[in-house]
């Protein structure tokens, strides 16, 4: 769909949802990115998957990256309430090398990796450039991310402790960080918001999301225009 077909029709399918329900979608549009996104590795327990995709979704960041290679991604729907319906999941399950796949398409898009470790010293979420847009990697509850995340990873960030435990869990840490982060974007020069298409893009899905057979009424409304609109 080009971009002034998608805009016809969000036209359209803003009559179908109340005027608070579109505000409402305006209101978190504005205050999305993508410049911060989150990857995890392996993660299995299903309570800490879910509220770490809660936080995103409460924190503005639109992906997430879910890398499976030895445990499947279980979501807790009592846990994440409802917060997948309005997020990018993208998920690497398919392959023999599913890290290297995720992080190298990052890279790729331009992202920095940043791989969170209570051993390693290089930023906290205080100090972490933001400058270039920025993929926070996760590993497992009990081992961390893997040897060739680490590899891969261009800086590591941890969060300063007080007390005698070594680290928070994964949700924990993950909400630290994202809030850190998302909070220094905000109050930066750095164009961390949408593009426009971007914009227009989850736009139209959020309202679909909102409407029910929404494909019905847009297949309707592509059929009945105008071939000179």
Same mark, same amino acid.
């Given at each position: 769909?080009? $971009? ?14 109340? =005027?608070?329900? &579109?505000?409402?979608?305006?209101? +978190? &549009? ?7 996104? +989150? !990857? ?5 327990? %299903?309570?800490?998957? /879910? ?12 992906? !997430? ?11 807790? %729907?009592? +846990? ?37 470790? %209570? ?5 906290? @979420?205080?100090?972490? =450039?933001?400058?270039? =847009? ?11 991310? /893997? %040897? ?11 969060? @300063? ?5 070594? $680290?928070?869990?994964? /949700? ?18 750095? @164009?961390? =918001? ?15 999301? $909102?409407?029910? $057979?929404?494909?019905?009424? +847009? ?6 225009? @105008?071939?000179?609109?």
């Amino acid at each position: 769909m080009d $971009s002034l077909t998608r805009k016809l029709v969000i036209e359209f399918l803003s009559d179908f949802v109340t =005027p608070s329900r &579109l505000e409402k979608i305006q209101q +978190v &549009l504005s205050g999305r990115t993508r410049h911060v996104t +989150v !990857v995890l590795e392996d993660i299995y327990q %299903p309570h800490n998957a /879910s509220a770490v995709l809660r936080s995103c979704e409460c924190f503005g960041v639109q992906d !997430v990256h879910i890398i499976e290679n030895r445990n499947d991604y279980e979501i807790n %729907p009592e +846990v994440v309430m409802g917060a997948t319906k309005w997020l990018n999941l993208h998920r690497y399950r398919d392959g023999e090398f599913n890290t290297k796949a995720c992080l190298s398409k990052l890279k790729q898009q331009g992202y920095q990796l940043i791989a969170t470790s %209570p051993h390693e010293d290089d930023f906290t @979420p205080l100090n972490l =450039p933001l400058d270039k =847009p920025v993929a926070l990697l996760f590993g497992t509850e009990q081992e961390g991310l /893997s %040897p060739l995340a680490k590899q891969m990873a261009d800086y590591f960030v941890r969060i @300063p402790m007080a007390g005698f435990t070594e $680290s928070f869990n994964i /949700s924990v840490s993950a909400a630290i960080c994202l809030y850190e982060l998302t909070n220094r974007l905000r109050k930066s020069d750095i @164009p961390w =918001p949408l593009t426009e298409d971007q914009h227009d893009e989850l736009q139209l899905a959020w309202l679909k999301a $909102s409407i029910k $057979s929404p494909e019905l009424l +847009v297949k309707r409304f592509l059929e009945t225009r @105008p071939a000179n609109h």
